[in-house]
């Protein structure tokens, strides 16, 4: 049988009460950092695009599903701020697809991206 001094005893105690206090905390925190979102679906054979005024920078989540069993290639554009962010391929046959960016600045977003003709295509946006 193991012994242990009463001072030993007391640490474990408080580093376990301080693990179980900051697993909780961060538990609870996990609500307010809730992601912001906007989508779209394209008319048939039309492109489709996203905005909001409301970034303050950080994450963004582009997603695209896009309908069709063709490997034609199609290209989405992410603008902050009026100037292109970045983009991105994908084709009709893929499966829903999304791409994530760190340390975006701030301004208005735009999301964009073409459908096909006979098929349509959704976009998602999401941000903290």
Known sequence: MRVMSLKATAIATTAAFAF????????????????????????????????????????????????????????????????????GTYKESDKKKSWTFTKVRSGELKLSAPAAKGEVTKITLEWN
């Open 20 to 87: 179980t206090a900051g697993a909780t905390a961060a538990a609870e925190a996990a609500p307010s950092a809730a992601k912001h979102r906007v989508s779209s679906t394209s008319k048939v054979s039309k492109g489709t695009s996203v905005a909001t005024k409301a970034f303050g920078g950080g994450t963004v989540t582009v997603a695209v599903d896009a309908s069709g069993s063709k490997d034609i290639k199609h290209t989405w554009k992410l603008s902050v701020g009026g100037k292109q962010f970045t983009s």
